[in-house]
């Protein structure tokens, strides 16, 4: 488990739009990091020093999977996804799974612009 004290997550708002994240989901998302507990998956074109992570979050409303992407040097955590289980990218977030690959690449590139036009959040943890 990584010291997550010194850890950023950063929510591009942009993907908070499109994810149709509001602040209670932030705050799983929050309370799901500040766990620790994460699992380590693939991606493809990801930026040098990165990976991805998906976190498992279970609410009242139903498990939700969680993805974000992690710059290993800084130890921050860039917000990408949360979708439900039963979502199709919540099923097989997988880069095997062509929905999430192509969604991942288009996430990608908009969490780029919106560090370049800082637009976004951060929360520390």
């Not at 990091?33 to 979050?57: A, F, H, Q, T, W």
């Not at 969680?66 to 919540?90: C, E, H, P, Y």
Request: with cysteine; proline share 3%.
């Amino acid at each position: 488990m990584e010291q997550i004290c010194r850890m950023r997550i950063i929510f591009p708002r942009t993907l908070l739009m499109k994810e149709a994240i509001g602040q209670g989901e932030k705050e799983w998302l929050l309370k799901a990091v500040s766990k620790g507990i994460y699992k380590i998956i693939k991606g493809s074109d990801l930026p040098g020093n990165s990976e991805l992570r998906k976190l498992y979050i279970t609410t009242v409303i139903g498990p939700r999977r969680a993805v974000f992407i992690v710059n290993l040097q800084t130890k921050d955590l860039f917000f990408l996804f949360l979708r439900s289980k039963k979502d199709a990218i919540g099923q097989n977030i997988t880069i095997k799974n062509p929905i999430f690959r192509k969604t991942l690449h288009a996430y990608l590139t908009i969490l780029r612009e919106d560090l370049r036009n800082k637009n976004f959040d951060s929360s520390k943890l």
